[in-house]
């Protein structure tokens, strides 16, 4: 039997899109592609056009916006693309990939080549330190500023047009970018110089700014996560900054965890604490894996400690805060519930044509709105779904709804009279969670059998 594959370095290292500009002057055209020779050392190897490539990339994406196809980088193609937050867009399906978007070494040198004239030096330059710091906190990458030579980090201010075909054109849609590692242009930070930069809550904070664009400099891309520092949109909001679990996740992906442990954030759920409850619960290939909010909570059996991460981690096309999940091992598959929506996975991948809705998919009537527990009983293929005082039962291997139902829970599963919030089965056990309440439930015998404390899964 094959385990959930831990996939993270794999996903954290995604790959990046290939900076574009609102208009594109010809000679910039000439700097990127130095750029990204530079960093794909093995095209020239192979004798790539590196222009080729480009232009292909430009077309594919004019033809995703729907725009003329050209392959010309002078063509409108970057206006369709939305750049919230920093310039570093989202379309990653059409950017070129390198296997090494990471810094090799721990220790990196920045320096900082000019300044914005809305704050002193001694400001600007405490307002990257702290940026810096952001991300030594958590990781064993160590920063030295460096004065004599071009650090392997470069930040500088520029306006409008600035040769890497990634013009700053005053808009506020659009007042930083940053690269991915690499050498030369790789790792560089620019702000637009003519923004108005701050230490405070009014736009843009430079640290805030600047922190996240770090984050792309040292080889995360955008995050889904509203709460994350790489989320796309600028959300400063000017109180004590503490980095978010997706973040700390995701770059400890890449370059693993600071010698110095840092605690959790707030949001991180602790398996140990009591009266904790969860959104989901479902068992995949013989793990027992608990959902709570963004976090996912893995107990695996020869692991003496569960894994906490978020779930975009690994599955990045799910939504956080799900209602329920379980496990169909007809089909390999997990199928996870949110609202009158299911969502079918295959390892990591959510598959074609999901997520649908319940209705058409399940044969539910138009009045269940939600699910709010389910589990397939592995030796029936019969699927219980849990809602509200009823439950429904389908069939797994005619993929239909089994007639008579639903059913009153507490009547068929005595002692069960709650709501169900979760459910899994572990041998001839169905386990229910209503709160921070378990109740393992004999399917031979149809009683309960114990109530052991939620946390009996995490060897607290
Ligand atoms: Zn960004
Ligand atoms: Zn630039």
Not at 18 to 31: F, I, K, M, R
Not at 139 to 161: A, C, K, N, W, Y
Not at 188 to 196: A, G, K
Not at 368 to 388: Q, R
């Amino acid at each position: 039997m094959l385990s959930l594959p831990l996939l993270l370095l794999l996903l954290a290292t995604s790959s990046y899109s290939l900076p574009v500009s609102q208009d594109g002057a010809q000679q910039n055209v000439e700097t990127v592609w130095k750029y990204l020779e530079n960093l794909g050392e093995d095209m020239q190897a192979k004798n790539v056009d590196v222009k080729e490539v480009m232009d292909e990339k430009l077309r594919q994406m004019e033809q995703s916006f729907g725009l003329k196809v050209t392959g010309n980088s002078n063509s409108e193609t970057p206006s369709a693309i939305k750049t919230p937050m920093c310039g570093v867009p989202d379309v990653t399906p059409y950017s070129i990939t390198y296997n090494n978007t990471q810094w090799t070494k721990t220790h990196l040198t920045y320096s900082i080549l000019n300044y914005t004239p809305h704050l002193p030096r001694k400001v600007v330059e405490d307002a990257i330190e702290r940026a810096f710091k952001v991300w030594s906190d958590v990781t064993p990458l160590t920063f030295e500023r460096v004065f004599e030579e071009e650090g392997d980090i470069v930040l500088s201010f520029h306006q409008g047009d600035h040769g890497d075909l990634y013009s700053f054109n005053g808009s506020k849609s659009h007042f930083a970018h940053a690269f991915p590692p690499g050498p030369g242009l790789g790792g560089d930070v620019h702000y637009d110089l003519d923004e108005t930069w701050t230490n405070n809550s009014d736009n843009f904070n430079l640290f805030y700014v600047t922190a996240h664009e770090l984050g792309h400099s040292l080889g995360l891309s955008h995050s889904k996560d509203e709460e994350a520092l790489m989320f796309p949109s600028y959300t400063w909001n000017n109180k004590d900054f503490v980095l978010n679990q997706d973040d700390i996740s995701k770059i400890q992906a890449l370059y693993g965890p600071s010698p110095n442990p840092i605690q959790p954030t707030d949001a991180t759920p602790d398996p140990c604490s009591s009266g904790l409850t969860f959104d989901a619960i479902t068992t995949y290939r013989g793990e027992v894996i608990f959902f709570k909010d963004r976090f996912y909570i893995r107990v695996i059996s020869f692991l003496p400690k569960p894994l906490i991460n978020v779930i975009d981690l690994i599955w990045p096309d799910l939504p956080s805060k799900i209602d329920a999940a379980y496990e169909a091992s007809l089909v390999d598959e997990l199928r996870f519930f949110k609202g009158n929506k299911v969502w079918a996975v295959q390892e990591q991948n959510v598959l074609r044509g999901f997520p649908t809705d319940i209705h058409s998919f399940f044969g539910f009537p138009s009045s269940v709105t939600h699910i709010d527990a389910a589990v397939c009983e592995e030796e029936t293929g019969k699927t219980y779904f849990f809602v509200d005082n009823m439950y429904w039962r389908y069939d797994e291997n005619t993929r239909s709804m089994d007639p008579g139902y639903p059913r009153l829970i507490a009547e068929d599963f005595p002692g069960i009279d709650d709501k169900v919030d979760d459910v899994f089965q572990k041998e001839d056990n169905f386990y229910f969670f209503h709160q921070s309440t378990q109740h393992i439930f004999n399917l031979q015998t149809r009683k309960i059998v114990d109530a052991p404390d939620s946390s009996s899964w995490f060897n607290c």
